[in-house]
């Protein structure tokens, strides 16, 4: 089992919708979690992190944690072709260092 | 990306020769990390440091070297490049490993082994 797990994907949907990407993960003690962003030839940026169960919100992203359930979910409301991207779930291990998923690729339709 | 910028920015070598990317930082973070990225494996991590000197091997380390002699710049040597090290190398720093910092990237290096 891989220490973070993302769905490849593609995932498609249309403008406008409400695109939900998912990552689990098998260390129970991790505390931190990052969703990162990356464009295609272009390096991961940093948009979201959050560390408590429960959503954080931040403009149209909307974090998720489940840490009893071990997964992490990223929800785009409102998706425009501008966030056709890959993105990487990454969660801090008992060594302070980030675990990368594979990353999700998102394509959003008009 | 502002603080961090990566060197060369594409190159092709031929196989076994040496090659070395440069990561340089103006954000005195102690944290450097070299990644490398391939289609289907995601991100791996080769090496890392912890500050001057002070290095260690990630999960795909094999024929990789690194140094820091100092804190703005982390080297990534190949010792006698093949075929396996073409790939997409990224550079990334940070402040602390604990909280909610997170790494930033560099704009990446684009490796091609003949």
């Known amino acids: 089992q891989k220490e973070v797990e993302q769905n490849s994907g593609p995932l498609s949907v249309p403008e406008g919708a409400i695109a939900s990407l998912n990552c689990t993960y098998s260390d129970r003690g991790s505390q931190s979690f990052f969703w990162y962003r990356q464009y295609s030839g272009k390096s991961p940026e940093l948009i979201m992190f959050?560390?408590?169960?429960g959503d954080k919100e931040d403009g149209r992203f909307t974090a998720q944690l489940n840490k009893a359930s071990q997964y992490v979910s990223l929800l785009i409301r409102d998706s425009q072709p501008s966030d056709s991207a890959t993105y990487l779930c990454?969660?801090?291990?008992?060594?302070?260092?980030?675990?990368f998923g594979q990353g999700t690729t998102l394509q959003v339709k008009p | 990306d502002a603080g961090i910028t990566q060197s060369p920015r594409h190159k092709v070598t031929e196989t076994g020769t040496p090659v070395t990317l440069r990561c340089h930082q103006t954000e005195n973070h102690r944290y450097m990390y070299w990644y490398r990225q391939d289609p289907g494996h995601g991100l791996r991590l080769i090496h890392y440091?912890?500050?001057?000197?002070?290095?260690d091997k990630g999960e795909v380390s094999d024929g990789y070297s690194v140094s820091r002699s100092k804190t703005e710049d982390f080297l990534l040597t190949l010792e006698s490049a093949t075929s396996s090290q073409t790939s997409v190398y990224f550079c990334a720093i940070s402040e602390r490993t604990s909280g909610d910092y997170g790494y930033t990237f560099g704009s990446g290096t684009r490796l091609t082994v003949v």
């Open positions: 959050i560390y408590s169960n």
């Open positions: 440091s912890y500050g001057v000197k002070d290095t």
């Open positions: 990454a969660v801090r291990s008992n060594t302070g260092k980030l675990i």
